[in-house]
Nanobody, 121 residues
């Protein structure tokens, strides 16, 4: 079965950096569209970044220039490099997978990880 496991969260001071990882298993990783989402307490979940099967990336305006999404198909792992972190980046971060790029860009995410907490003070 499909499994996504995030890691790399933690507490960091404003201006610092973290790199999140999402280890995927149970499907043909390279053909999927992958994304990062986050949810802060009392707020709705929001998309942070996505990378499609061809490696094209997209970002929320709030993280452009600070966050970088990437993937290593050989390791079946998705990454989110987060630099210049701000207190408003504090949230639970989730990775998600969509079977096709169409699903990805239409918001039809099939699989979700359990999340990793990022706290910026």
């Amino acid at each position: 079965h499909v499994q996504l496991v995030e890691s790399g969260g933690g507490s960091v001071q404003a201006g610092g950096s973290l790199r999140l990882s999402c280890a995927a298993s149970g499907y043909t990783y390279s053909s999927y569209c992958m994304g990062w989402f986050r949810q802060a307490p009392g707020k709705e979940r929001e998309g942070v970044a996505a990378i499609d099967s061809d490696g094209s990336t997209s970002y929320a305006d709030s993280v452009k220039g600070r966050f970088t999404i990437s993937k290593d198909n050989a390791k079946n792992t998705l990454y989110l490099q987060m630099n210049s972190l701000k207190p408003e980046d504090t949230a639970m971060y989730y990775c998600a997978a969509a079977p096709t790029d169409y699903d990805c860009y239409s918001g039809s995410w099939s699989y979700w990880g359990q999340g990793t907490q990022v706290t910026v003070s």
